[in-house]
């Protein structure tokens, strides 16, 4: 640094005329690399959050539907194919009778042999096979029966019947709930974990590559925490800025998928989690607040606890 520069900084009080504009400058290479990859691992967060949550709600709509519904199984006995029709019509009355039962409908033998196929094929092996008859019911959704208490009085007034629930099923979601949810959280944290990396090696770079003027400061009595102030305020602006890039690119490609994509499918997803129900919108977006909040005081800390230990190192050696 050339002595006239020096003695500039000499005359200069090292307070609020360097502002962080000398220090590291806003067009510093590494201060924008640190921008580009914080916005990249922001993106991910936030189509990781966006995942996540339309994975829990395609969940609940499949554990309610299920929970919904039920099947009687009504299985054929000695009183052959007339028999087995009586039953079914005495099972499907009474189940219509029932307090918390919506409807009962009793399958088609097309639409029992349809769902046969998958494991007996159509060789017609189920031509040969004593299939049962079953009956699809429809359970209220504010006050849904007792599926138990439905069960014991359908087995004890119609021979041959049984009530299936589907609760393996159930369980199955729930479990798969579970799952998708802690591999959510471990995504996310190994993202903030990355960001923690970056910040310290993108401060050490920046710190580094002005050094010279770093040197300077101290010659003039600039204290540590003076100039870790002004690194952290342009991390903090950056990883501000990059965490709302980072976010509304997410909120971009959900937009595409939900133009792009069968209204009906994942399309139907996205655009829900964009425009949906109020609920549905308030936790999304929320979650996308706490990424931004999360990336900028992440830039914040990391960088001020880096800094200090580099001008530490650079200044209390030997």
């Given amino acids: ?158 021979k041959g019947a049984r009530l299936d629930a589907h609760g393996r099923w159930v369980l199955e979601l729930s479990e798969m709930a579970r799952t998708a949810g802690w591999l959510g959280v471990g995504i996310l944290l190994g993202i903030a974990l990355a960001a923690v990396v970056l910040v310290t090696y993108a401060a050490r770079a920046a710190l580094e590559g002005n050094r010279e003027t770093i040197e300077v400061l101290h010659l003039v009595g600039a204290k540590d925490r003076f100039i870790a102030r002004q690194v952290e305020r342009r991390f903090l602006r950056a990883g501000f800025l990059a965490a709302l890039a980072g976010v509304a690119a997410a909120w971009l490609t959900f937009l595409v998928i939900g133009l792009l994509s069968p209204s009906e499918g994942i399309g139907g997803e996205a655009w829900s989690l964009l425009f949906g129900e109020g609920r549905i919108i308030a936790r999304h977006y929320a979650a996308w607040l706490i990424i931004v909040l999360l990336a900028t005081v992440i830039s914040l800390v990391s960088a001020r606890l880096a800094v200090i230990r580099i001008l530490h190192g650079m200044f209390r050696q030997g």
């Avoid at 580009?36 to 967060?45: D, F, I, K, N, T």
């Avoid at 199984?73 to 099972?91: F, S, V, Y």
């Avoid at 017609?124 to 007792?146: K, N, Q």
């Fill in 1 to 158: 640094m050339s002595a006239e520069r020096a003695q500039g900084w000499g005359r200069a009080r090292p307070g609020r005329e360097f502002a962080g504009r000398n220090i590291l400058p806003r067009a510093h290479a590494p201060l924008r690399t640190f921008m580009v990859a914080m916005a990249v691992m922001c993106y991910l967060a936030g189509m990781a959050m966006g995942g996540m949550i339309m994975t829990w709600r395609a969940i609940d709509d499949w554990k309610a539907g299920v929970t919904s519904e039920a099947t009687a199984q009504i299985m054929p006995l000695e009183d052959g194919e007339k028999g087995l029709d009586e039953r079914t019509r005495a099972a499907a009355s009474l189940l219509k009778a029932q307090r918390g039962v919506a409807g009962a409908r009793i399958l088609s033998e097309k639409e029992n042999r349809a769902l046969l196929e998958p494991w007996l094929g159509k060789a017609g092996l189920a031509d040969t096979l004593p299939i049962p008859r079953l009956i699809a019911v429809r359970l209220e959704r504010d006050a849904p029966a007792d599926v138990a208490a439905l069960d014991r009085v359908l087995r004890e007034k119609v």
